[in-house]
C-alpha cells in the first residue's frame, strides 16, 4: 500500500552572480509539506530530542522559514561549491580545493508513524524562469554549438542546482534531467581538456588557462528515479520517547555545483523551484 507525502520548496535567487567569486543571500522560500494519514513530519537539525519538533502532517512556509533561521541564525548565503559525493563540499581557493561547511541549505527532514513504513521518492523537479544572456568570448556551449561574442544564450540556474538526500547508510545525488539547455556530465574523475565545452569552455575563452579543478575532481554517479528508489526505511524507537512506533530521517542538501557545465558567469534574477514528492510504502 502507498500513501503520497508531498514536499515542495519554490526558492527565490535575486541577483545570484553565478560563476564569479561572491556570495548572494537566499531571498525567500516557500514551502508545502503535506503528509497522509498516519505519517508526521517535522524539520530540524541534530542537536534536539524528538520530543521537541513540532510534528504535524502539515508543514507550512512560515514553519520552515523560522527553522532555516533557527539553522543559520548568522543568516545564509549559497556559495559556489563542487561536491563528489553530496555529503562533503569544497570551494576554489587560491590555489587548491578548501573543504567547507558553509555555503549550502542543510536541513533534517524527520518521519514517524507507528507503521513501519518505506519512504520512497516518487518523483521532482528543478526549474527557474531562465533569461538571455550576452557572451563576451568565442567559445563552445555544453550542447556543443559553438557561440560568438554577441550571441545570446539563453540561460537557467536551475540547469546548475544539485541536490542530496542521505541516510546513515547511503546518499542519493540528483539533478534536473537532461533537455533541451540542461546537459549530465556524469561521473567523473578526469576532465577532457581537449574538448571543452560549456562553462569550462568559457573560462578557457576568457583566462586562456584552465584552473586546477578541471584536471582533478570527482563528480558522483546521479540517482535517477525507477521504479521509486526506497530512501529510508522508518525503524522500530521507543514510543515513549519519539510519539511513535518508527522513525527516520533523511538529510536535504541542496546547493549550485561549481562544476557543472552550466555554470556560467552571469548575473540573473531568477525564480528556482525545487518539487520532492515522497511517498511511503508498508514494509
Known amino acids: 500500500m502507498k500513501k503520497i507525502l508531498v514536499l515542495m520548496l519554490l526558492i527565490c535567487f535575486i541577483s545570484l552572480l553565478y560563476g564569479c567569486d561572491k556570495e548572494e543571500d537566499l531571498g ?12 508526521e513530519i517535522a524539520l530540524g537539525g541534530i542537536d534536539r530530542t524528538p520530543a521537541s519538533y513540532k510534528w504535524v502532517t502539515t508543514l507550512t512556509t512560515t514553519s520552515f522559514n523560522q527553522t532555516i533561521k533557527d539553522l543559520y541564525p548568522e543568516g ?11 555529503k562533503v563540499f569544497f570551494q576554489l581557493g587560491v590555489d587548491q580545493m578548501v573543504e567547507v561547511t558553509q555555503g549550502y541549505l542543510e536541513i533534517l527532514i524527520h518521519f514517524r508513524s507507528n507503521q513501519p513504513n518505506s519512504i520512497i521518492l516518487g518523483n521532482f523537479a528543478l526549474d527557474s524562469f531562465g533569461e538571455n544572456w550576452t557572451s563576451d568570448v568565442d567559445f563552445t556551449d555544453s550542447k556543443n554549438n559553438q557561440i560568438l561574442a554577441g550571441d545570446d544564450l539563453y540561460l537557467i540556474l536551475a540547469d546548475a542546482l544539485r541536490f542530496s538526500l542521505s541516510t546513515d547508510q547511503d546518499t542519493y545525488v540528483f539533478e534536473k534531467p537532461i533537455d533541451g539547455t540542461n546537459t549530465h556530465i556524469g561521473k567523473i574523475t578526469s576532465y ?39 530512501i529510508l526505511e522508518l525503524q522500530a524507537v521507543d514510543s515513549n520517547v519519539f510519539g511513535a512506533d518508527y522513525y527516520g530521517s533523511v ?27 515522497f511517498g511511503t510504502a508498508m514494509t
Do not use: C
Open 251 to 277: 538529510r536535504l542538501r541542496l546547493w549550485f555545483e561549481l562544476l557543472d557545465l552550466e555554470s556560467y558567469q552571469t548575473t540573473l534574477d531568477q525564480k528556482m523551484e525545487l518539487s520532492l514528492l
Open 76 to 86: 545564509f548565503s549559497f556559495r559556489e561549491l563542487t561536491s563528489p559525493d553530496g
Open 28 to 39: 525567500h522560500i516557500n514551502i508545502q509539506v503535506v503528509a497522509d494519514t498516519g505519517i
Open 192 to 230: 577532457d581538456t581537449e574538448n571543452l565545452r560549456g562553462s569550462a569552455s568559457y573560462f578557457y575563452a576568457k583566462t586562456q588557462t584552465l584552473p586546477m579543478f578541471m584536471t582533478s575532481f570527482d563528480l558522483p554517479e546521479m540517482t535517477f528515479l525507477e521504479e521509486y528508489p526506497t
